[in-house]
């Protein structure tokens, strides 16, 4: 048997082909009807009875700051977990009602609402520092977070954890599994509270240098103990607490197959503090780059993905590789249940007409 495949992945493009070199066949119409497995950068509304696809029907859930803040509220109840620093929407109308914050030269971070790639984020400390900010860019929706002022330093700098989650959803479950390797990204400059430079307090993949791999540097500079014991179980916590308080908004695309699979992967930015506590920054869901990653890291990894993503049953004794089990929901019986209700509603509204008519037709 043949199997038919189209992959527009501009990240891992050559490493999907050469997995799928053996018996597989390559398209480039995502239409096709009756595709085996389809890979593409965008989410994607909907394919032609497609059996695997790497993307959900939309991401806004997580993706946007704003909604993804106000969804993990509401699964914790109304309270806000420890791992989330304070964050306040407002947009460049409002602005006004933000000021009351900047007091004592507090620090804070402001980022747009749903950008991507660092863009329009930085650190301030004042009310004029922010209305200037905001001015340079196009944006309107805008979130402000407390900013961590006792970060955990490697090497003197400050420096956040990218953690690779990968969702899995199918027509029975949605399974999350955590990637046991990523990249610890660093700022340009030694740590100094006492200056408010962008190239001190933010820490991204600006060159080579700011990036190293967890857990062994970690292990290196700080201890396997602690990774294992005190950063891990908080990893497995954020990313659970997450896509639960949203994984029954998570669709896949229209028109897939009876048997489909739809997953995401997921590149979380965590910041730590000199307790070795962490601060879920923001969750990277639609382009998520690798730009210096170290020689064989992104084929191990992709290949990873498409050993689990291709496997019959996701269970959690067939997970392999450096992926870790985290959590699986079913989905059966909540649709069950959805679908009780909706008889139970229609009984009731068709007693409700009988008992008019027959008043009706009585009096």
Request: charged share 25%.
């Given at each position: 048997m043949v199997y038919k495949y189209v992959s527009k992945n501009r990240y891992f493009k050559d490493i999907i082909d050469d997995y799928f070199k053996t018996d597989w066949t390559k398209y480039n119409d995502i239409n096709l009807d009756n595709l085996n497995y389809v890979d593409v950068d965008y989410p994607n509304k909907?394919?032609?009875?497609c059996n695997i696809i790497n993307q959900f029907k939309t991401i806004?859930?997580?993706?946007?700051?704003?909604?993804?803040?106000?969804?993990?509220?509401?699964?914790?109840?109304?309270?806000?977990?420890?791992y989330i620093p304070l964050t306040i929407s407002f947009t460049k109308d409002s602005i006004?009602?933000?000021?009351?914050?900047?007091?004592?030269?507090?620090?804070?971070i402001i980022k747009p609402e749903n950008s991507l790639a660092r863009k329009g984020v930085t650190v301030i400390s004042s009310y004029n520092e922010c209305l200037n900010w905001i001015e340079k860019y196009s944006y309107k929706e805008w979130i402000i977070q407390d900013y961590i002022d006792?970060?955990?330093?490697?090497?003197?700098?400050?420096?956040?954890?990218?953690?690779?989650?990968?969702?899995?959803?199918?027509?029975?479950?949605?399974?999350?599994?955590?990637?046991?390797k990523?990249?610890?990204?660093?700022?340009?400059?030694?740590?100094?509270?006492?200056?408010?430079?962008?190239?001190?307090?933010?820490?991204?993949e600006d060159k080579p240098e700011c990036v190293n791999v967890f857990p062994e540097h970690f292990n290196k500079h700080i201890g396997e103990d602690v990774y294992n014991n005190k950063i891990l179980p908080q990893f497995k916590?954020?990313?659970?607490d997450t896509v639960l308080s949203v994984y029954d908004r998570?669709?896949?695309?229209?028109?897939?197959?009876?048997?489909?699979?739809?997953?995401?992967?997921?590149?979380?930015?965590?910041?730590?503090?000199?307790?070795?506590?962490?601060?879920?920054?923001?969750?990277?869901?639609?382009?998520?780059?690798f730009k210096y990653p170290p020689p064989g890291f992104k084929e191990g990894f992709y290949k990873n993905i498409l050993d689990i993503i291709t496997l019959p049953n996701i269970k959690q004794e067939y997970i392999k590789g450096d992926f870790l089990y985290v959590d699986t929901r079913n989905i059966i019986k909540q649709k069950k249940e959805f679908d009780k209700a909706k008889l139970y509603a229609a009984i009731y509204a068709m007693v409700c007409i009988l008992l008019?008519?027959?008043?009706i037709l009585n009096y």
């Open positions: 909907s394919c032609n009875k806004d859930m997580l993706s946007n700051k704003k909604d993804q803040y106000n969804y993990i509220l509401k699964y914790n109840n109304g309270v806000k977990p420890d006004q009602n933000i000021e009351y914050l900047f007091t004592n030269n507090k620090k804070w006792n970060p955990l330093l490697i090497e003197n700098k400050k420096f956040h954890f990218r953690v690779y989650t990968l969702v899995i959803k199918d027509n029975t479950s949605v399974t999350i599994l955590l990637y046991n990523g990249f610890m990204y660093s700022a340009k400059m030694a740590y100094d509270n006492n200056l408010l430079l962008k190239e001190i307090h933010l820490s991204g916590k954020i990313v659970r998570i669709q896949c695309p229209d028109g897939m197959s009876s048997k489909y699979r739809c997953f995401k992967m997921f590149g979380y930015d965590l910041l730590i503090d000199s307790d070795y506590k962490l601060h879920l920054a923001e969750i990277n869901a639609r382009l998520i780059s008019v008519v027959y008043v």
